[in-house]
């Protein structure tokens, strides 16, 4: 039986670890089309287009789920979460780097933890503290020896990838809470089918403004947006419902911290951004407090030990 749970737990650590790749390469393909090929709300309907499309078809070969009222009001919260997430995102490109975006999305396993401290009444241990003083030092000196001089920086992008994380942040939660009822494909069905129809208003009004949509955007523009569409949104939103299965959220987000290493070298690779000190500082920062925050002892697991 132990063996059995180790096995699960393995399931989880490879299907996130697997999300995170693809998380650290979308950043880069997203820019390459955002915004001089497509606005981020034409973008943001591509992707959950993509999405709804892609997890309704899948749905055929699946068993069937009936989702009970209560569970799709909490699914509806998650669809509106997950527009939020793809759109903030999408918006920070106009202004910021991806190696920026990246490494302000290393946060996200902060603000989880503030989150389920605020709503479900987790304890903030003085660990986590810590955790969060180190994380909160990282972005302040990313932020502060960015501010002059740095052309892949601006405040509003950096706010924008903030607004990310917390929609990101409220999204695993609600995943969380009804991920053990339902298959990923039924949950991410219905997820991306409202958040679509949410996305709608937003983007018909910026499709003549979208290149890309009218066929005029060179062939690589057409390779980075379909990376984006069938890798990052169907894999990776089908692959996260599964980790989230075996796994708790802040470990699923812990691995986060992988995104902006992948990231960060690959823009740099490419031309996207340069390389300055501050970056790979205020990521060790930002890592270590995500360490903390993530290896603090739940109070589930203090209660177990103390058992033992």
Known sequence: ??????????????????????????????????????????YTALRLAVGAAGFWLISLFTPREKVEKRDMGMIILGAVSLYGTLWAFAEAMRYISPTYVSLISAMSPLVVMLLAAVFLKEPISARKATGVFFGISGALMMILFSLHGDSHYSNIGALLCFVNILFYAIYLLITRAVSPKYSPVTMMKWMFLYSFILSVPFAIPTVKDSLLLSGDAPAMAYVNMGIVAVFATVLAYYLLPVALRHIRPTTVSMYSNLQPIITAALAIAIGQDVFTWNKPVALALVIFGVFLVTTSRSKEDEMRRGRN
Do not use: Q
């Not at 180790?6 to 979308?26: P, S």
């Open 1 to 42: 039986m132990e063996n059995r749970k180790v096995d699960k737990k393995w399931i989880g650590h490879l299907a996130v670890l697997t999300v995170y790749i693809i998380f650290g390469i979308n950043p880069n393909c997203s820019k390459a089309v955002v915004p001089d090929y497509i606005t981020p709300e034409a």
